[in-house]
């Protein structure tokens, strides 16, 4: 699919995905789209920064290579590796054979054979869909070291592999960055990319994600379920619900077959929208019934 050549059409197409967005972040990717350049999105976690790669990638029919980051990511596990047990393999077939040329074989065992690729060198392959997404997730999780790395990567789409030489993007991939902003990530990376906040959602956007998400669940529950985590949002709470959540609970509300809200219900389902004892054991007893009258005051027409 070509790219698309609006805004209006990037939200058209990652609608089809079933991921609504406001026209603040269509603006962005339709940019980052057209310009070429990465895109760098903040936010909680769970309000929808790594799903918009995925619907990007399937909107674009382009092929999703996600790196997942995490502490202690180098260089070597994210651009590649040698597969050492088959050149020891080889090596040691080459000896029981004898009279193996050495040059030869050093040439064999640093061939594409015997290279395993990681994401950003398989970002850098060309593709015959197009270029692929390439969703770097959760790169605050990393080392400053990784960064300064990944700094020079995205600058020039290109990596090096000593024993083969440089490999350049014939077409740079569209590339996703997203940080949960557990560390703030250098100045000097950002500005490479274009950058978006995204935030947990306003009440009818929302309930457009999980009209999209969850189409099975009736126009009430739904209200009351949006409406319900909207005000949880406001408590004082170790780790707030996002988008994810509010999906995940409704799923599970359907399982249950349940029509209506009730304190008892929410009691029995808090593991789907909160993930820690502490912000559970405040939402115990009267308190999940106090937030749930505020909720349902919230929905009551002024």
């Known amino acids: 699919m070509t790219q698309p050549d609006s805004i209006d059409a990037v939200q058209k197409m990652l609608g089809a995905q079933g991921?609504?967005?406001?026209?603040?972040?269509?603006t962005v990717v339709f940019l980052s789209l057209r310009l070429g350049r990465?895109?760098?999105l903040e936010g909680e976690a769970g309000v929808g920064k790594t799903e918009i790669a995925k619907a990007l990638a399937a909107g674009l029919n382009r092929r999703l290579i996600r790196l997942q980051c995490y502490e202690g990511l180098d260089a070597s596990s994210a651009v590649y590796e040698w597969n050492f047990p088959a050149q020891m393999v080889a090596i040691r077939t080459a000896e029981a054979s004898g009279g193996a040329d050495r040059g030869a074989l050093q040439d064999e065992l640093f061939s594409d054979d015997y290279l395993i690729e990681r994401p950003l060198l398989?970002?850098?392959?060309p593709d015959e869909n197009g270029?692929?997404?390439l969703l770097i997730d959760e790169l605050d999780r990393t080392d400053e070291p990784f960064?300064?790395?990944?700094?020079?990567?995205?600058s020039d789409f290109q990596v090096t592999i000593p024993e083969l030489g440089t490999v350049q993007a014939a077409e740079p991939p569209v590339v996703i960055v997203t940080s949960n902003r557990t560390r703030e990530v250098h100045d000097a990376l950002k500005r490479r990319c274009l950058?978006?906040?995204v935030d947990y959602p306003d009440f009818d956007r929302e309930i457009e994600i999980l009209h999209a998400r969850a189409p099975e669940a009736a126009e009430a529950l739904s209200r009351e379920v949006v409406a319900f985590v909207q005000r949880l949002r406001t408590e004082d709470?170790?780790?707030?619900?996002?988008?994810?959540?509010?999906?995940d609970w409704?799923?599970?509300?359907?399982a249950l077959d349940v029509i209506n809200l009730s304190p008892e219900v929410i009691g029995d389902t808090l593991g789907a929208i909160l993930k820690y004892q502490d912000d559970i054991q405040k939402l115990q007893g009267s308190e999940a019934k106090r937030i749930l009258d505020e909720a349902k005051a919230d929905l009551e027409p002024a």
């Open 147 to 154: 960064e300064a790395f990944l700094l020079e990567a995205l």
């Open 38 to 40: 990465p895109l760098f």
């Open 195 to 197: 950058y978006h906040w």
């Open 122 to 125: 398989q970002a850098m392959r």
């Open 19 to 26: 991921y609504v967005c406001g026209r603040a972040l269509a």
């Open 250 to 254: 409704a799923k599970c509300l359907l």
């Open 237 to 247: 709470l170790f780790k707030k619900p996002g988008v994810a959540e509010t999906i």
């Open 131 to 133: 270029a692929p997404v």
